[in-house]
């Protein structure tokens, strides 16, 4: 496909091109906790309390008092969308961004009048600034502990050495006019950045980028191993694109920022200073976290100081529901990938694809298809899951399944555990490893083998048939035919496709094939 998607604006006209994925109301929307409650409706999908779908990314034009501002969300709720965005099929994404993360495109500096996120300033020493009435950052329930920025990707630099930047999303909760708290995550690398400057007694400038080509979202999600310290993340998207991520100086901080963002907080995180994450609301909880359940408000968090903010004319503020399908999609993307690279590289043409399930958010669930080619290949799949849980290791379970499972299709993976394993021979545990602090399961109070939060018993399932027995296990063998002639309506894309050649044809003149001839027009009976 073309690369036609430079920002968030390009990319919502490629999705304006095509039917399903992109809506917009005039509406008007309280942004607190009104807005994530139609959208779990609209295409949150994921974890979301049910009733919810997927569905398209939706636009809100009218914010209650928030005049001129508008809200995106669910751009990456859907994994068809991303592979459209990305310009590859669906089942092709954990290779496509696997390639990209291998051949990093380094970004570049543009100046200022090159920047569109500076085309509107705000400075917080103005007297009237205060954030709380310039963004209208949502709530997703009500009981968060306030309001969010739930994509804002912080970029900074390791003090020691500016040469080295990293790039992660963070939740960031507004605590007052000019001050953010910011969760944290164990193991990030801009931690380290904050953990060097707080050290020294100085401040760690960032900024604060939101409303971002969906390719830069998805590159900066992945994690150590697979981008090791030092490694910056914006390449990934620079390879996506095949062209640099554009980045600018900030108006207020010693840093970057993303040049084509449509938002730009600019802030410094201040050392020795912590407040608690709900200190203005004390409702116990932090936000929707991609397990499906509400965090718990953490009571000690370090702080931004705001220094200034700048948009885009017209600026969008994008956002996500926390545990819909669009975390699945930014998290999963770079598991998928990294798994594949990773194991590829140590068991060739073995692992045929990796999907990192929406129940898990795409961090706690990895299914892995594999195919044993030989005798030798028996007792590999489980060398492919222990190399998948050292890649990426937030993986909480692993099942793995044969070259005939679509391991897209859930029914599909259930029918393989339940026809393919036995409990006692097919299941493998490892306790106490380190998993993730936001899965409630995993904490002492749940199980007296857990010695401390964040710390897990990791399953690998195998629902592979054993070599010996393949030939006792072969799918039901229905006859291969084309069903579209009896049912055309069900294949709209390529009964459009087909008309086009048809009139094509025609123009040059040339006597229509049988197999070009649109279905409702072809009078021959069917044969065998």
């Not at 092709?92 to 990093?104: D, R, S």
């Not at 000690?300 to 100081?305: A, Q």
């Not at 399961?441 to 990791?458: A, E, F």
Request: hydrophobic share 40%.
């Amino acid at each position: 496909m073309e690369n036609t998607i430079h920002d968030l604006r390009s990319a919502i006209d490629l999705l304006q091109k095509h039917d399903g994925q992109y809506i917009e109301t005039d509406r008007p929307v309280d942004p607190d906790a009104e807005l994530a409650g139609v959208y779990r409706h609209i295409g949150a999908g994921g974890t979301v309390k049910r009733p919810t779908r997927t569905g398209p990314a939706m636009m809100f034009n009218q914010i209650k008092g928030y005049p001129g501002s508008r809200i995106l969300v669910g751009m990456h709720a859907s994994r068809e969308r991303a592979a459209l965005l990305l310009g590859c099929p669906p089942s092709e994404l954990a290779q496509h961004v696997g390639k990209a993360v291998k051949n990093p495109i380094a970004p570049v500096v543009v100046p200022a009048a090159q920047a569109p996120c500076q085309e509107q300033v705000w400075y917080a020493d103005d007297p009237n600034f205060d954030l709380r009435t310039l963004l209208p950052a949502p709530t997703n329930t009500p009981i968060d502990a306030g309001p969010f920025f739930c994509l804002g990707l912080v970029l900074a630099s390791d003090p020691d050495d500016r040469s080295i930047t990293d790039v992660t999303i963070h939740r960031l909760c507004v605590q007052g006019r000019d001050e953010l708290s910011m969760f944290l995550a164990a193991g990030r690398h801009i931690e380290v950045f904050r953990n060097k400057a707080e050290e020294a007694g100085k401040p760690l400038p960032v900024t604060i980028n939101m409303g971002l080509d969906p390719a830069i979202y998805i590159g900066a999600c992945f994690e150590a191993p697979t981008t090791p310290f030092g490694y910056n993340e914006l390449g990934v998207a620079g390879a996506l694109r095949q062209q640099p991520v554009e980045l600018v100086q900030g108006v207020a901080v010693n840093e970057k920022a993303i040049a084509r963002a449509e938002i730009i907080i600019e802030g410094e995180i201040l050392p020795g200073v912590r407040v608690e994450e709900d200190q203005h609301t004390h409702t116990g909880h932090a936000m929707p976290e991609f397990p499906g359940y509400c965090g718990e408000a953490n009571p000690s968090l370090p702080v931004i100081r705001v220094k200034a903010v700048t948009m885009r004319q017209h600026a969008i503020l994008q956002t996500l529901v926390g545990p819909g399908e669009e975390h699945t999609t930014l998290a999963g993307l770079p598991t998928e990938a990294s798994i594949r690279n990773a194991v590829e590289e140590a068991i060739p043409g073995f692992l045929q694809n990796v999907y990192a399930h929406t129940a898990g958010g795409g961090k706690f669930l990895g299914i892995l298809q594999v195919k044993k080619r030989q005798p030798s290949d028996e007792g590999r799949q489980g060398q492919a899951a222990l190399i998948a849980l050292a890649t990426y290791s937030e993986l909480k379970n692993i099942i793995l399944v044969d070259e005939d499972v679509d391991i897209f299709d859930s029914d599909d993976i259930l029918w393989a555990m339940t026809t393919r394993m036995q409990g006692d021979v097919s299941i493998t545990n490892l306790p106490g490893l380190r998993g993730h602090q936001l899965d409630p399961s995993q904490s002492p109070d749940y199980s007296t083998s857990i010695r401390g939060n964040g710390i897990t018993c990791k399953t690998i399932f195998d629902c592979t048939v054993p070599w010996a027995l393949k030939s006792r296990f072969e799918r039901a063998p229905f006859m291969e035919v084309d069903p579209r002639p009896w049912a055309p309506d069900l294949f709209p894309e390529v009964k459009s496709a087909r008309r086009g050649e048809a009139r094509q044809l025609k123009k040059e003149n040339c006597r229509l094939p049988r197999f070009l001839v649109p279905f409702e027009r072809s009078t021959q009976p069917h044969k065998k």
